[in-house]
């Protein structure tokens, strides 16, 4: 049996709330690594077993750990590779399903953020870019879902003033 693992994997989630503010988490001062640092709620995916939905299941353990939510509507954001220190990191995008975030283990701090406001922060690596990725990507969905609903607004408004 292999003691040690090629790769550690971190997965992250990218929370948004009802007014487009992105759920951050404070590091922990007593942290090894980058303490203090606002980041994106996650962690080392810790189950090395066959799982069906392994990210999935790890991602909800993790976030219900660090914040006390439980999340649904898991989607694929990003992955990078950070080669010279053997760690995948895998983002998703999610909407909380139940509970209030709080701070709990490993973390100091939770606070909704605008992009503007995140920017501001002294953010862990890669969390920028992936936030700025997150909020693209709700804009373009935002922008999809508005013309979805005016097309189809449109098209049936249409139809009724043809009838008469």
Not at 122 to 134: C, D, I, N, Q, V
Request: proline share 2%; glycine share 4%; aromatic share 14%.
């Amino acid at each position: 049996m292999i003691d040690k693992y090629l790769y550690t994997i971190v997965i992250t989630a990218v929370i948004f709330n009802k007014e487009n503010k992105v759920l951050l988490a404070k590091r922990d001062m007593k942290e090894e690594i980058l303490p203090g640092y606002w980041g994106i709620p996650g962690g080392k995916a810790e189950t090395r077993k066959s799982v069906n939905n392994f990210l999935e299941n790890e991602l909800k353990r993790e976030i219900k750990e660090e914040i006390g939510i439980k999340i649904k509507n898991i989607e694929f954001l990003e992955n990078h590779l950070y080669g010279q220190k053997n760690k995948i990191q895998i983002c998703f995008i999610v909407d909380i399903s139940s509970g209030k975030p709080k701070a709990l283990n490993e973390v100091d701090e939770v606070k909704w953020f605008t992009f503007k406001e995140a920017k501001k922060l002294k953010l862990t690596p890669m969390s920028l870019e992936r936030l700025k990725l997150a909020f693209k990507k709700r804009k373009l969905n935002y922008s999809f879902f508005l013309h979805y609903l005016f097309m189809n607004f449109f098209r049936s408004s249409q139809s009724i003033y043809h009838k008469y």
